[in-house]
Nanobody, 123 residues
Framework: QVQLVESGGGLVQAGGSLRLSCAAS????????MAWFHQALGKEREMVAN????????YYADSVKGRFTISRDNAKNTVYLQMNSLKPEDTAVYYC????????????????WGQGTQVTVSS
């Protein structure tokens, strides 16, 4: 059982930055492909970014490409999401997740989830 704990959310003005962290309980953390999802009020959960085991390969949703950066530190069992140039439409609860099997973009492919952290971007 992997426990994931997110932190770093909050309220920020448009154009600002936040850095989310997700700490995992299990070693070796490096065996998990990790992702960040977000879920806005009344909408489905969507993948924002994912990162492979070593951190050498990343993928971003078009809506965040060029503004967000996903990274990981396997020695610290932590994955990060640096969010720059934030927009009001980025407002959502952000979740980190550990991949089990199947499509990397589908929430159902992820076995373990954090509790979520709220990000609110004011205009």
């Amino acid at each position: 059982q992997v426990q994931l704990v997110e932190s770093g959310g909050g309220l920020v003005q448009a154009g600002g930055s936040l850095r989310l962290s997700c700490a995992a309980s299990e070693r070796p953390f490096s065996r998990y492909f990790m992702a960040w999802f977000h879920q806005a009020l009344g909408k489905e959960r969507e993948m924002v970014a994912n990162i492979n085991w070593s951190g050498s390969s990343t993928y971003y949703a078009d809506s965040v490409k060029g503004r967000f950066t996903i990274s990981r530190d396997n020695a610290k069992n932590t994955v990060y999401l640096q969010m720059n140039s934030l927009k009001p439409e980025d407002t959502a609860v952000y979740y980190c997740a550990a991949h089990a099997s199947g499509s990397l973009s589908r929430p159902s492919s992820y076995d373990y989830w954090g509790q979520g952290t709220q990000v609110t971007v004011s205009s």
